[in-house]
């Protein structure tokens, strides 16, 4: 298994990029006031907790987003002990979860590459097609803003797959030191089944600067690609875990 503390920073990268940062007890506590901040930019990460400390965890959460006047919860770690001593109090207090898992490059690449696609990579927000994959998959303007600046801002790259003058991908990627992260991963609903998203992988993998990072790792939840990326040589490495309350 990869450190797994490694793959927790290179995760939340995401949000620590340009956010204030206080470190507490119980973790570390992200404030990112962006212009087109999401949810999870306001966070507790990397939390750490005994059975013994939920309660005072709580009050800690809630006192910290009283002070910056936000409705919404929102705590995630990699620590699964953590998880399970959270868990009843958090579900108890109208909090959701999900897990997901790091699966990290290890085998070969055995998946089809469509030599029809042609994979070109961009410094992040040049691009616009990118935009309109991400609204097709019925997103918001904001949240590729807010994926565009993090790639921006943490050196990544953007890739857009198109067939003949037809954008039908887009993914991205980073990294962090030395660990390699893949960030969203879109295929064009009328071209899925053809190999767009293998292909830009494939054509990540070739990049530089992942072929000499320590580690390259691409998230998913049970219900996602796994097996896809198993056939792409990826591994599960741990687990990660996210609890969160939204405002009714």
């Given at each position: 298994?990869?450190?797994?503390r490694?793959?927790?920073?290179?995760?939340?990268?995401?949000?620590?990029?340009?956010?204030?940062i206080?470190i507490?007890?119980f973790?570390?506590?992200?404030?990112?006031h962006?212009?087109?901040?999401?949810?999870?930019?306001?966070?507790?990460?990397?939390?750490?907790c005994?059975r013994?400390q939920?309660?005072?965890?709580?009050?800690y959460v809630?006192?910290?987003y009283?002070?910056?006047?936000?409705?919404h919860?929102?705590i995630?770690?990699?620590?699964i002990e953590?998880?399970?001593?959270?868990?009843p109090?958090?579900?108890q207090e109208g909090?959701?979860?999900?897990?997901?898992?790091?699966?990290?490059?290890?085998?070969p690449?055995?998946?089809?590459?469509?030599?029809?696609?042609e994979v070109r990579?961009?410094?992040?927000?040049?691009?616009l097609?990118?935009?309109?994959?991400?609204?097709?998959?019925?997103?918001?303007p904001?949240s590729?803003a807010?994926v565009?600046?993090?790639?921006?801002?943490?050196g990544?790259?953007?890739?857009?797959a198109?067939?003949?003058?037809?954008?039908?991908?887009t993914?991205?990627?980073?990294?962090?030191?030395?660990?390699?992260?893949?960030?969203f991963?879109?295929t064009?609903?009328n071209?899925r089944?053809?190999g767009i998203?293998?292909?830009?992988?494939?054509f990540?993998?070739?990049?530089?600067?992942l072929?000499?990072?320590?580690?390259?790792?691409?998230?998913?939840?049970?219900?996602?690609?796994?097996?896809?990326?198993?056939?792409?040589?990826?591994?599960?490495?741990n687990?990660?875990w996210?609890?969160?309350?939204?405002p009714e």
């Amino acid at each position: 298994m990869f450190d797994v503390r490694r793959v927790a920073d290179a995760e939340c990268a995401q949000d620590d990029c340009g956010a204030a940062i206080e470190i507490c007890q119980f973790g570390t506590f992200i404030m990112n006031h962006s212009p087109v901040s999401r949810s999870h930019s306001f966070q507790l990460s990397r939390t750490q907790c005994s059975r013994n400390q939920v309660a005072s965890l709580l009050k800690y959460v809630d006192r910290k987003y009283d002070q910056l006047n936000l409705a919404h919860r929102w705590i995630s770690g990699y620590d699964i002990e953590s998880f399970a001593n959270l868990m009843p109090a958090l579900v108890q207090e109208g909090y959701d979860y999900q897990v997901y898992w790091a699966l990290r490059k290890m085998g070969p690449f055995e998946k089809f590459i469509n030599p029809d696609v042609e994979v070109r990579q961009y410094m992040p927000g040049t691009k616009l097609q990118a935009k309109h994959l991400f609204l097709r998959e019925g997103d918001d303007p904001d949240s590729l803003a807010y994926v565009q600046m993090m790639l921006k801002r943490l050196g990544g790259r953007e890739l857009i797959a198109y067939m003949g003058r037809t954008a039908v991908g887009t993914m991205g990627w980073y990294v962090y030191q030395g660990v390699a992260r893949f960030t969203f991963i879109l295929t064009h609903p009328n071209y899925r089944g053809l190999g767009i998203a293998t292909t830009m992988i494939d054509f990540a993998l070739q990049q530089e600067a992942l072929q000499q990072a320590d580690a390259i790792i691409i998230c998913a939840n049970e219900n996602g690609p796994i097996p896809l990326y198993e056939q792409m040589g990826f591994v599960r490495n741990n687990l990660m875990w996210i609890f969160s309350r939204m405002p009714e």
